[in-house]
């Protein structure tokens, strides 16, 4: 069942979604070769915390730490590490939840480590490219697959890229993950029709290859990569149907 949130929801949602950007914004300050994604994960918990807010990854079905960072051939719930030390060229997504007053707030995007490949920069391009032109077709009436996957698939493809078809995005505020399920990729299978007080992320990953399978690291449970060791890119953002289109939520 998707929720159609109430003006108080929309409020609380949009505070903590705001605060979800700002943590972001704060910890891709940070990024730089010879820090470890385990200092991303400490500063980014303090910072929620300062504002009042809780992390909302961390103990989420047992994730260990409170943001995910997620390093280029790992495509998303990357595990913060003090073994894991950035390094010149890597590409980083880091992936920010915060619950303020019981509402919650998603976003994520992808950062160059110094500098780094022109394939890798076209990668973060064409990923943030995705969720754009994504979020620009969004108006009630519409079909969400017509918004999402419908703009999302063509542009992965048309760069010898491939979306990640296993994870998707999802309707979210009064919990992490709510109804409905937002495939990346065109499929018939979902016809939900957009309406407006909908709050729901589109956060496509994006894999450099053409036909990227991912896998589960068994040992921690958590960690997805992709099979060939291709490079993924995410970009994330919570957004409201609005009476005559969208308003992304998590923004400054
Ligand atoms: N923030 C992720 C999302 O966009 C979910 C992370 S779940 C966690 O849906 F447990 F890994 F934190
Ligand atoms: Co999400
Ligand atoms: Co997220």
């Not at 994730?63 to 030390?85: A, L, M, R, W, Y």
Request: charged fraction near 20%; charge should be neutral.
């Amino acid at each position: 069942m998707i929720i159609i949130k109430t003006l108080e929801q929309i409020e609380g949602i949009r505070k903590s979604s705001k605060l979800a950007a700002l943590t972001l914004e704060y910890l891709s300050k940070i990024i730089k070769a010879g820090v470890s994604t385990e200092k991303l994960n400490e500063l980014g918990h303090k910072f929620i915390v300062d504002h009042h807010s809780i992390p909302a990854p961390l103990n989420y079905s047992g994730f260990p730490k409170s943001i995910c960072t997620s390093i280029n051939n790992v495509v998303c719930h990357g595990i913060p590490s003090v073994d894991e030390i950035l390094k010149e060229g890597d590409i980083i997504n880091i992936d920010v939840t915060t619950i303020l007053n019981g509402y919650y707030g998603d976003v994520s995007a992808s950062f160059p480590v110094g500098k780094i490949s022109k394939e890798a920069q076209n990668l973060i391009n064409i990923t943030k490219k995705c969720l754009n032109d994504s979020i620009k077709c969004l108006k009630p009436g519409k079909l969400l697959n017509d918004c999402v996957g419908k703009i999302i698939e063509p542009i992965a493809k048309k760069n010898n890229y491939s979306i990640v078809r296993e994870l998707g995005g999802h309707g979210v505020g009064i919990s992490f993950h709510e109804d409905p399920f937002v495939y990346h990729f065109d499929t018939s299978q979902e016809k939900v029709v957009l309406k407006e007080g909908m709050i729901f992320t589109i956060e496509p990953m994006v894999n450099a290859s053409p036909n990227s399978k991912i896998t589960l690291d068994r040992n921690d449970g958590w960690t997805i990569r992709t099979l060939d060791g291709s490079n993924s890119a995410q970009f994330e953002h919570t957004v409201l149907i609005t009476k005559n289109g969208s308003e992304i939520l998590t923004t400054l």
